[in-house]
């Protein structure tokens, strides 16, 4: 028969605060040793004074890039702990396991201070670039990369993959932009880690500004220009007044070109050629008005309407639903390429070039026509796309709450600033714009 004495209850909380003291090891918890033993395939490691015996494999060293001959007895050791305790009562340990859990430890500490960080390109792939930082793996993505890094070749992934090859073994300071352990999510971003550098730059360029810089590359959809430091894009549509179907008709690589800055947004120079040239559209459209009748021939169909050469000189549109007032489901089904209808002329807008016909206006009154341009005139002329700002901040404002102009002139320049999203150059172009 076994006798079990009861242990006083302040015996035995000095039995378990003693406990405490002492732990108990868990998987993946971090320890320090003393290398005791270094065999033929093993490193046995002492730990806490005696109380755990830990051994390291010769194969685990080996995975972590660590030759065996690294350590000699008396060494200071720390590993994550793989098992407890097997069979044998030992702790197995890793070496490599404790690399990685305090590289991410360290990543963590990183990406809640956005803190730059130095991050190795392993590889690069069509989506963008792996790189390792701290020992861990993450991946940035082409977007993430300063303009002076994007890719100038358009959207041929295989080309894109080219050029990215060329920064594998570099090292970029890069800021962490996602960051989950669990799923071993490590997301990295060149150009966040450039922004302070890119705002303090463009500090004294304002919106407007004529500048000389070279051509640093062209692509499908337009035309990158460096100033220094400094590089920004001319997109497609702000080349030439006329319409534009390959930027490297207008530009090459080396070309020196004056440009006028439109837009700071980000860390990105919205630059334009065209305004800095006459628009002949408007000495084309001056003898042109609203309800005036024209003669057109048609130059090309599309799905949602037909292109006409009028009074050949200028391009207009006939959209779908002014083709009849019967349901069109085919343009085809009304007119045909060569056809030389008269039309009338519902809309002249001089900012997009747009110059609307119509097909089925000419059964209706003149009156009607212009009654009910008008009205779309005084409907847009309160919508805040009028306003010339860039398509983001349009969309900025609405999330706000601000669908036209008028909301906007009732709210303050502090307000205005207030709004979410919307920093002080953002705020200068919106004041400046409802001047």
Avoid at 92 to 107: D, H, Y
Avoid at 272 to 281: A, F, G, I, T, V
Avoid at 393 to 420: M, P, T, W
Wanted: hydrophobic letters at 40%; a negative charge; zero cysteines.
């Amino acid at each position: 028969m076994v006798t079990i004495k009861t242990t006083p209850s302040g015996k035995m909380a000095e039995l378990l605060d003693k406990a405490g003291v002492l732990g108990v090891l868990k998987t993946s918890d971090l320890v320090e040793g003393e290398v005791t033993t270094v065999s033929g395939n093993r490193v046995w490691v002492d730990i806490d004074a005696g109380r755990f015996v830990g051994v390291i494999s010769s194969r685990e060293l080996a995975e972590a890039g660590i030759s065996m001959p690294d350590y000699k007895i008396g060494d200071k050791v720390t590993a994550s702990v793989v098992e407890p305790e097997n069979d044998e009562g030992v702790v197995i340990l890793s070496v490599r396991e404790a690399l990685k859990n305090k590289g991410w430890s360290t990543l963590e500490e990183k990406f809640t201070s956005k803190e730059i960080v130095k991050a190795k390109v392993i590889e690069a792939n069509r989506g963008g670039l792996i790189m390792e930082a701290g020992g861990i793996r993450g991946f940035m993505p082409v977007s993430q990369l300063t303009p002076a890094h994007y890719p100038r070749v358009g959207n041929d992934k295989d080309e894109i993959l080219s050029k990215l090859t060329k920064f594998e073994n570099q090292m970029l300071d890069v800021v962490i932009i996602g960051f989950d352990k669990i799923i071993n999510k490590l997301i990295f971003s060149e150009r966040a880690a450039k922004q302070d550098e890119f705002d303090e730059m463009t500090a004294k360029i304002q919106i407007g500004e004529i500048l000389t810089g070279k051509v640093s590359g062209v692509v499908d959809f337009g035309i990158f220009v460096s100033f220094g430091a400094l590089e920004g894009l001319i997109h497609i549509s702000e080349i030439s007044w006329d319409k534009v179907q390959d930027p490297r008709e207008f530009a090459k690589v080396g070309d020196k070109v004056q440009v006028q800055v439109i837009g700071i947004e980000g860390d990105k120079i919205s630059l334009s050629m065209k305004r800095l040239l006459e628009d002949q559209w408007l000495s084309l459209i001056k003898d042109y008005k609203v309800g005036q009748v024209v003669k057109g021939e048609i130059m090309q169909i599309m799905p949602f309407g037909v292109f006409v050469k009028v009074d050949d000189k200028i391009d207009g549109l006939i959209h779908i639903s002014e083709l009849s007032f019967d349901h069109v489901t085919d343009p085809t089904e009304v007119v045909k390429v060569g056809d030389k209808p008269e039309l009338k002329v519902i809309d002249i807008e001089p900012e997009s070039h747009r110059f609307g016909l119509s097909l089925k206006a000419m059964q209706m009154p003149a009156d009607a026509v212009i009654t009910a341009t008008t009205k779309k005139k005084s409907s847009s002329a309160s919508n805040l796309s009028t306003m010339g700002l860039s398509d983001a901040l349009v969309r900025k404002l609405k999330e706000a709450g601000i669908q036209n102009v008028s909301d906007l002139k009732n709210k303050s320049a502090d307000e205005i600033k207030a709004i979410k999203g919307i920093g002080e150059k953002s705020a200068a172009k919106i004041i400046e714009a409802l001047k």
